[in-house]
């Protein structure tokens, strides 16, 4: 074991990149070490990574009759950018369609994450939303139902990328049969556990066990052997539990048809057993002992530490995180950046649902202003801006640099890429089976109580059922 300390573990780490949430739908959001709001104009985006941009002359200069501005919010900051695909890829789009569009400004307002989350909410709140933004999939029916987006079916239907598109991806944006947004940035898990594979062979597993009871069994030999804690988990924004656990342990006992019911408001209720069973088992693994003690104290950003540190054999995290575990470990430790293997949740005992899936998918679309109908060539440059950032051109940029897919489906060359890369990638798209984000859909009202709720019941302040009970007023209240 290499258990190196934390404290400069850390002080590494803040001099890499922070990274990105690419699938998380929305809740799981990751603002790296940027907290301020960043302003730019006309294309000041450089990222300064040198990758093959050879893509993005595809479709960045259509004709348009539209000269002036557009107003864009977005949280892929600067800092974002380096090391991570989506991020980058999306800052690389827009300063390649503003080189092809010399008349048209962007005048962009990019903060992180968290402070987006904040922003958007507050000027959707007071109908002063950006011509273009990103929505989340849980805010689409409501800020549709008020009239403050663009009804884009026919637009996505009549692009010319359409054919391409990843069809499932339109599914949380979409309310009575109407889509509003162009997902965006890069599908990627928001649950996946990143495990050093020497560690776990030495343990006597010679991959990530498929049950908790054989990770409470390595927890006393990893224990005895000086580790701080056997799998390191962060839920210091409540948001986590949501986003990188629950929602699929979630589907481990209930199965997909139960959760797609809550949405289609068809029957289904968070009071129904099989879900209260998922936050009992929940609640009874996250007081096992397994995890670090600190983990609804701290966030994922500092949990991650744990497992680059050495302290924790086993992480569980999403994309964004593996992301900056890649460039920390690659530029730190080849040891274990070589040893890293990456697996599904364990299955609980008794969870009859599903078996061995993982949460994926696009927690953002690229969003229009309903007031730019008023305006149809501005609207019509929104729209093209709009096509290109989720275009076959990000696309092959992400999947070239980054072995990463967006909304336009394209072929990855992995032979291009090391093993951790590609071992990511089939672990992503390939082996395993995918469940969906519960925080992609719904909306932020019931989720912020559910995520709240959790966090008081994993520190043993309630129980499974009230949370349960709590989480199904706030549905029957609100959506």
């Known amino acids: 074991m290499k258990n190196r300390s934390k404290v400069l573990s850390i002080l590494l780490a803040t001099a890499m990149a922070g990274s990105m949430l690419a699938g998380c739908g929305g809740s799981s959001s990751d603002n790296g070490s940027d907290t301020s709001a960043e302003s730019s104009e006309s294309g000041d985006n450089s990222t300064g990574a040198l990758k093959d941009d050879s893509a993005l002359a595809e479709g960045n200069d259509n004709e348009l009759a539209y000269t002036g501005e557009l107003s864009l919010m977005h949280y892929s900051t600067s800092e974002e950018s380096q090391g991570n695909g989506g ?3 999306f800052r690389s789009c827009i300063k390649s369609w503003l080189n092809g569009h010399p008349d048209i400004t962007i005048n962009e307002s990019v903060l992180s994450n968290d402070d987006y989350k904040t922003q958007i909410a507050t000027q959707a709140a007071a109908d002063d939303l950006p011509d273009v933004f990103l929505v989340q999939g849980m805010n689409t029916k409501a800020w549709a139902e008020q009239g403050l987006i663009l009804d884009l079916t026919d637009t996505i239907k009549e692009s010319p990328y359409y054919d391409s598109y990843n069809q499932a991806f339109f599914t949380p944006f979409t309310v009575d049969g109407k889509t509003y947004g162009f997902p965006v940035l890069t599908t990627g898990t928001c649950s996946v556990v990143v495990y050093d594979k020497q560690a776990w062979a030495d343990a006597g597993y010679d991959e990530f066990p498929d049950n908790w ?25 409540q948001w986590q539990i949501n986003s990188c656990f629950l929602s699929v342990i979630g589907d481990r006992f209930t199965g997909g048809d139960w959760f797609q019911s809550l949405v289609d408001k068809s029957g289904a209720a968070f009071t129904d057993q099989e879900f209260v069973d998922a936050l009992a088992f929940t609640q009874d693994i996250f007081q096992s002992g397994i995890f670090n003690e600190d983990f609804n104290a701290i966030g994922n950003e500092d949990a991650r530490e744990y497992y680059i540190s050495g302290d924790a054999p086993a992480y569980i995290c999403g994309n964004w995180d593996v992301s900056y575990i890649q460039a920390t470990l690659a530029e730190e430790d080849t040891e274990l950046y070589e040893n890293t293997g990456f697996a599904v949740l364990p299955q609980p005992e008794g969870a009859t649902g599903s078996t061995g899936t993982q949460d994926i998918g696009l927690g953002y679309a690229v969003a229009i202003n309903a007031k730019l109908a008023d305006d149809p060539d501005k609207l019509a440059a929104a729209i093209d801006f709009a096509e290109y950032v989720t275009g076959p051109a990000f696309a092959t940029y992400v999947g070239e640099n980054y072995a990463l897919q967006g909304l336009t489906q394209v072929d990855v060359d992995l032979s291009n890429f090391d093993q951790f890369t590609q071992d990511f990638y089939n672990y992503s798209y390939v082996d395993t089976e995918s469940c969906e984000i519960y925080d992609s859909y719904i909306n932020s009202a019931v989720w912020d109580v559910l995520n709240t709720q959790t966090q008081s019941m994993l520190n043993g302040d309630t129980t499974p059922e009230d949370v349960a009970a709590a989480t199904q007023e706030a549905y029957e209240s609100n959506y």
């Open 87 to 89: 991020s980058d890829g």
């Open 213 to 237: 009871e054989d990770i409470k069994k390595a927890d006393e030999y990893f224990k005895d052997n000086g580790y701080s804690e056997t799998i390191a988990f962060g839920n210091g924004g």
